[in-house]
């Protein structure tokens, strides 16, 4: 694994200033996830999160409840390196707006994706693992990540009801 210091249990960032990851990387990254309580880590190619650009590398187990949420003022584009993943757009009520079926290029599924408005969005998570390399503008600012109030805040019996009425209706 390359050398990195721990911002917390979900995030990395290099020790160097050049960052170069290998499949060796990756593994260690899932590996780290499952025993992360949120079932998720990223590790940054960035150094800090007041750089004006942020590239990540996000590992998510198929447990991972990632919360609908939305980016004020950011851009933010994903290409996925293993698994499968449905990213479903919402509109402001909650309602489906549209659903993205993505995966490796291998799987014939879009591998790419760029949010270039303030969507809600959420990822179901289709395989035992997705590892995605995101990118995003920074600096980081937990204020401009907005959650809507008819999402569950956190893993538990809400999120999993949330997210089966969310499968059932894309189903």
């Known amino acids: 694994m390359i050398l990195t210091k721990k911002e917390s249990d979900e995030v990395l960032y290099p020790v160097n200033e050049i960052v170069s990851v290998c499949s060796t990387d990756l593994k260690e990254l899932?590996?780290?996830?499952?025993?992360?309580?949120?079932?998720?880590i990223r590790l940054c190619s960035h150094q800090n999160p007041m750089e004006k650009i942020q590239e990540m590398f996000i590992v998510h187990t198929s447990d991972c409840y990632v919360r609908p949420h939305k980016h004020i003022g950011k851009i933010e584009s994903m290409s996925i390196l293993e698994g499968e993943v449905d990213v479903v757009l919402f509109h402001e009520d909650g309602s489906i707006r549209e659903v993205i079926n993505m995966g490796t290029i291998e799987s014939g599924k879009k591998f790419y994706n760029r949010i270039s408005e303030p969507v809600y969005h959420t990822l179901l998570i289709r395989s035992d693992f997705l590892v995605f390399h995101e990118i995003t503008e920074g600096p980081f600012n937990r204020e401009d990540t907005i959650f809507p109030d008819w999402a569950p805040e956190?893993?538990?019996?809400?999120?999993?009801?949330?997210?089966?009425?969310?499968?059932?209706?894309?189903s």
Request: aromatic share 4%; no cysteine.
């Open 30 to 40: 899932k590996r780290l996830a499952l025993l992360n309580s949120r079932h998720r």
């Open 154 to 170: 956190i893993d538990g019996r809400e999120s999993i009801d949330f997210i089966n009425h969310v499968d059932g209706i894309i």
